[in-house]
């Protein structure tokens, strides 16, 4: 079955970049995402990639996808307080023409001013 | 544009109770999923509906069921509640399931049973 796996807590201080890493064992994966949650709220979509593609950019955030690894990374430039919060990896993948999305345990970002 | 709604915030019930919890999806999408997140971990599918059919369910018992709308809003029920039914219990729209519109969340259920 879809598995997703993250490291649970990352610890950066304002102004760094912060990397969130991700693997994933479905390799009929479409589309992968990162999604934030902040307490006490919903997942908020940040941003998504295409099994296709390397890299994207996205103003501060750029997610890179090694597929024969399996391995997805967000990185989040110029990092501020306000990015504290936990971040989710997912992966959807088919099952009988309807997606699935399966989510990883979420990585703790702590932003230490 | 109205996002996901969910109602109600917050509910506290009984071992052995029955409850209902309700979902309107983002304006325009017409396919609605469910997820339940224990606390410290991520959101686990339960199922998903589209054309007020039940298309795909994770592994979760038939205590668990689901009710789509004409409207494409949805409701989750779940009966002869556990103590381990206590999470945050959140749905997501999308459009079309095939496709590739992206899951948005509403802002979850707080579900504790006592």
């Known amino acids: 079955g879809e598995d997703v796996e993250q490291s649970l807590f990352l610890s950066v201080r304002e102004g760094d970049s912060s990397v969130i890493n991700c693997t994933y064992t479905d390799s009929s994966s479409t589309y992968l995402y990162w999604y934030k949650q902040e307490p006490g709220a919903g997942l908020q979509l940040l941003t998504y990639i295409f099994s296709n593609m390397d890299m994207k950019q996205d103003q501060r955030l750029t997610v890179l996808l090694n597929k024969k690894d399996k391995h997805l990374s967000l990185r989040i430039a110029d990092t501020q307080t306000g990015d504290s919060a936990i971040y989710f990896c997912?992966?959807?993948?088919?099952?009988?023409?309807?997606?699935?999305?399966?989510f990883g345990t979420g990585t703790k970002l702590q932003v230490i001013p | 544009d109205a996002g996901v709604t969910q109602s109600p915030t917050h509910l506290i019930k009984t071992r052995g109770q029955q409850v209902t919890l309700r979902c309107s999806p983002k304006?325009?999408?017409?396919?609605v999923s469910w997820y339940q997140q224990a606390l410290g971990q991520g959101p686990q599918f339960i199922f998903q509906?589209?054309?007020?059919?039940?298309?795909q369910r994770g592994n979760f018992p038939d205590r668990f069921s689901g009710h789509q709308f004409p409207n494409y809003s949805s409701e989750l029920n779940v009966n002869a509640l556990l103590l381990g039914d206590s999470a945050l219990y959140l749905c997501?729209?999308?459009?079309?399931?095939?496709?590739?519109?992206?899951?948005?969340f509403g802002n979850g259920t707080r579900l504790t049973v006592t």
């Open positions: 304006s325009g999408h017409d396919t």
């Open positions: 997912a992966e959807r993948g088919h099952s009988g023409g309807y997606q699935k999305v399966t």
């Open positions: 997501a729209s999308s459009l079309f399931p095939g496709g590739w519109s992206p899951l948005h």
């Open positions: 509906y589209y054309e007020e059919e039940e298309r």
